[in-house]
């Protein structure tokens, strides 16, 4: 059974309807991995969708997607990857990634690049911010727990480019004043974020640059959430019903 516990470093593969122990913690297909980042340097830069899945309960190093050759990891701009945690959960405990000189963050990808993370948990308690997105991401059915994030003003999803689609899914910010849910920091035209279901426990902020594009390109740049989602708007916004059940983020002034 998959329910076993397993020895650090080894996971279950899922092979012809039961499953092989194999010296891994990740897989493509039959290729099996001995971390999360190797898969994902693995992986195609070519658009094509490449499923990784996790293979068991993971404590390891921060995972990135870079634009550009950095720390021995290759530069990336049309990866495909979706990630199935196979309902297990993966946190980052040290080696934490991010721009140089701002490496404070479990995962860090970059723009170009599409992600979906799915049926999981992600956590840490050594980052300051555990999703750092600039790349077209999609969450389905993950929990991203970041009660246990390092510091105070700490962020478990930071958004800045690229579309965000958060369904079924579960966003855990850290208790206290200034530490957020997610953020929208860097939105450009085209920029779209739709809450489709799930939970956010914790706030949201906005920063300027984000506002201005809401505000000067409202039909390119939306932030919007299914009416079930019970979110607190940021301070001088307020949720609104322009389209039947589904709500947009809005500035006070505006309806």
């Not at 308690?125 to 246990?148: E, I, W």
């Amino acid at each position: 059974s998959n329910a076993l516990p397993l020895p650090d470093g080894y996971g279950w593969l899922p092979v012809d309807g039961g499953y092989r122990l194999v010296h891994g913690v990740a897989a493509i297909g039959s290729d099996v991995y001995t971390s999360l980042q190797a898969a994902f340097d693995a992986v195609a830069d070519n658009n094509t969708e490449t499923t990784i899945k996790l293979l068991s309960d993971v404590t390891d190093d921060g995972v990135a997607l870079y634009n550009n050759t950095e720390d021995d990891h290759p530069g990336a701009t049309q990866k495909n990857i979706v990630v199935d945690f196979q309902n297990h959960t993966y946190a980052v405990g040290a080696n934490l990634v991010g721009s140089t000189g701002y490496e404070s963050q479990a995962w860090h990808l970059e723009m170009g690049n599409t992600v979906t993370l799915k049926n999981g948990t992600l956590t840490s308690s050594a980052a300051a911010m555990l999703v750092q997105n600039y790349c077209n991401l999609t969450l389905d059915n993950m929990v991203l727990d970041g009660s246990s994030l390092m510091g105070n003003s700490v962020y478990t999803l930071s958004n800045n480019c690229g579309n965000v689609v958060i369904n079924n899914s579960k966003i855990i910010a850290k208790s206290g004043s200034n530490n957020y849910a997610f953020d929208v920091c860097e939105a450009k035209e085209g920029f779209s974020l739709p809450l489709t279901g799930g939970t956010l426990n914790g706030s949201i902020v906005l920063a300027d640059s984000a506002k201005t594009a809401m505000q000067n390109s409202p039909n390119n740049v939306s932030i919007t959430k299914v009416a079930t989602i019970d979110l607190n708007a940021p301070d001088g916004y307020h949720w609104t019903n322009p389209t039947e059940g589904y709500d947009t983020l809005v500035k006070d002034t505006e309806t």
